[in-house]
């Protein structure tokens, strides 16, 4: 088993790893649409939040090597439905 943390600016007050390699394959914690830099929430609506949050994966799956085209599933909650 690997973590994997991306370098953050800001401290990671979570418990949690963001990402973890468990028999070549990849497992991605709960993103949120906080600024893992800074530990800002972002102005605006849900596509702001939507935004950041998937920006936020890409820094895992970057620091684990893959991208966007190798992931097989992703589970994506919101508040309100009507988001």
Do not use: F
Not at 6 to 23: C, D, L, Q, V
Not at 35 to 64: M, W
């Amino acid at each position: 088993m690997y973590k994997i943390e991306p370098k953050y600016r800001g401290e990671n007050k979570g418990h949690y790893t963001p990402g973890i390699i468990s028999n070549g394959m990849l497992y991605i914690s709960g993103q949120l649409s906080i600024d893992p830099d800074t530990r800002n929430v972002p102005d605006g609506g849900i596509e702001a939040h939507a935004k950041l949050a998937l920006e936020n994966v890409d820094r895992v799956l970057e620091e684990a090597g893959l991208n966007r085209n190798d992931v097989v599933q992703c589970r994506v909650y919101v508040s309100d439905i009507d988001q």
